[in-house]
């Protein structure tokens, strides 16, 4: 055999396969630890979204659909920056509670909860959700 002439090296073929299977490989790894939450740990049941209300206390209902993910005794309510969490009974699937003395015009209700992340890993992450509530009182007509 002539050594003059080059055969063709498999080299590049193996690199452009680990390539392309590698690229995938690390989208998939960046999707998990961009977006580590996955489906909601915690959602506001009660009350909606944007709730117009003329009462200074409003019921509020939370829900953790993914229950087995999420870590309860980690809530946080949060009225207008004020911690309400005391106010809640907090149970493996959900929590209730009264917020009071909301103020005249928009109030903001924060929750916030831990949990595993949906891959399932041993990490917790965060998951937080806001509600509007503007409680808009009527006018008296008579000032007795």
Same mark, same amino acid.
């Given at each position: 055999?002539?050594?003059?002439?080059?055969?063709?090296? !498999?080299?590049?073929?193996?690199? =452009?396969?680990? #390539?392309?299977? %590698?690229?995938?490989?690390?989208?998939?790894?960046? *999707? +998990?630890?961009?977006?580590?939450?996955?489906?909601?740990?915690?959602?506001?049941?009660?009350?909606?979204?944007?709730?117009?209300?003329?009462?200074?206390?409003?019921?509020?209902?939370?829900?953790?659909?993914?229950?087995? !993910?999420?870590?309860?005794?980690? =809530?946080?309510? #949060?009225?207008? %920056?004020?911690?309400?969490?005391?106010?809640?009974? *907090? +149970?493996?699937?959900?929590?209730?509670?009264?917020?009071?003395?909301?103020?005249?015009?928009?109030?903001?209700?924060?929750?916030?909860?831990?949990?595993?992340?949906?891959?399932?890993?041993?990490?917790?992450?965060?998951? !937080?959700?806001?509600?509007?509530?503007?409680?808009?009182?009527?006018?008296?007509?008579?000032?007795?």
């Amino acid at each position: 055999m002539d050594r003059s002439q080059k055969t063709p090296s !498999r080299r590049p073929r193996r690199w =452009l396969s680990a #390539l392309w299977i %590698g690229i995938p490989a690390l989208s998939l790894a960046l *999707v +998990a630890w961009m977006y580590p939450l996955g489906p909601s740990l915690v959602e506001v049941a009660s009350p909606a979204s944007d709730l117009r209300s003329t009462n200074e206390a409003v019921e509020v209902l939370l829900r953790f659909p993914r229950s087995e !993910r999420t870590r309860p005794e980690t =809530l946080r309510v #949060l009225v207008n %920056g004020a911690d309400v969490t005391g106010g809640f009974d *907090v +149970a493996s699937n959900g929590a209730i509670g009264d917020v009071v003395l909301l103020v005249d015009g928009e109030n903001r209700l924060e929750v916030s909860v831990f949990g595993r992340a949906w891959w399932g890993g041993p990490r917790l992450v965060e998951h !937080r959700v806001e509600v509007r509530i503007t409680v808009e009182r009527p006018i008296d007509r008579y000032w007795g």
